[in-house]
């Protein structure tokens, strides 16, 4: 028994990185939560003789975890296509800057925050082919061998190697996604900014060419294709602040990067990623849609 349970606790302890794993190849929280929970569901439906088989369950559960992950991604085009406006991951809060302590029940809180899920790095994720993004987040991120993640998506291992090359060239052309000098700075200027309703000021700090993306999810009121131009961004962000008295707005992490988080009336209606080169803001992703805000609402 003494061996079994530790062989259990050994199992249910690979769930954490599973998570980890599923968010980042489908940028969705539910959807990670999902796909791993079914790959557990897949566990424990083995025959117990076939599991003493298996010498590395953790190894096994990654393999299949990654497999539903593919599945999810092929359908997700279709899907997208029928999801009202654009379509943004989900953001994942820093709960320690809340106060509050991490409830592992909650997929956000299993989360390791880092460079590999900074909004920026997940759009770029989100451009590529299904088996493009899981080799390059499996070799790339999790440091998977080729001939592991062969298991994965069905290819051989030198096909596995082309396609992180391919997906490793998508995110040099899309510019690194690494924390900026100074981001937290302009992003604190941007809120202050904001706050005074100061076009003038948001123009300096966005760059000419900065884009704005929202989703609503054709759930609440919002923008359904993307601003392009820092100034026609900087006098929408201030006609939403004229329309919207009481607004509170917060500098907080965002997918382990500075943010920022609007509130009304206590409840986090807007979470806000920046992207931050040369001083400048050149990307907003403002996700709206509630669904995608559910770690956000014991965060008061």
């Not at 302890?13 to 539910?30: F, I, M, Q, T």
């Not at 076939?50 to 975890?65: F, H, K, M, N, Y």
């Not at 080799?135 to 190697?161: M, Q």
């Not at 409840?267 to 040369?278: E, H, I, K, P, R």
Request: charged share 25%; proline share 6%.
């Amino acid at each position: 028994m003494g061996g079994s349970g530790t062989r259990i606790d050994a199992i249910a302890g690979e769930r954490r990185r599973l998570v980890n794993v599923a968010y980042r190849l489908l940028g969705s929280l539910a959807e990670a939560e999902d796909a791993v929970q079914e790959a557990y569901a897949r566990w424990y439906a083995l025959p117990p003789g076939r599991q003493d088989e298996i010498v590395s369950p953790g190894a096994w559960l990654t393999t299949v975890t990654g497999r539903i992950c593919l599945d999810v991604l092929g359908s997700a085009r279709a899907r997208r296509e029928r999801y009202v406006g654009a379509w943004l991951p989900d953001p994942l809060p820093d709960h320690a800057e809340w106060g509050h302590g991490a409830d592992l029940a909650d997929p956000a809180d299993r989360m390791v925050l880092d460079e590999s899920v900074a909004m920026a790095f997940l759009v770029v994720l989100d451009s590529m082919t299904p088996a493009e993004r899981v080799a390059f987040v499996l070799h790339d991120v999790f440091r998977y061998s080729f001939a592991e993640i062969a298991g994965v998506v069905g290819r051989t291992p030198a096909a596995c190697k082309q396609l992180a090359a391919s997906a490793r060239r998508r995110v040099r052309a899309e510019r690194a996604p690494t924390p900026a000098a100074g981001q937290a700075d302009t992003v604190r200027r941007v809120k202050e900014a904001w706050e005074s309703r100061d076009i003038a000021a948001l123009v300096d700090l966005l760059d000419p060419a900065a884009v704005m993306t929202a989703d609503g999810g054709g759930l609440v009121g919002t923008v359904p294709h993307p601003i392009e131009g820092g100034a026609r961004i900087a006098r929408y962000l201030v006609a939403v602040a004229d329309r919207a008295p009481g607004l509170e707005l917060l500098v907080r992490s965002v997918n382990g990067e500075p943010g920022l988080v609007a509130r009304r009336d206590g409840v986090v209606v807007t979470v806000a990623s920046l992207d931050v080169a040369g001083g400048r803001v050149t990307r907003i992703w403002a996700v709206r849609n509630p669904e995608k805000l559910g770690p956000w609402v014991r965060d008061r």
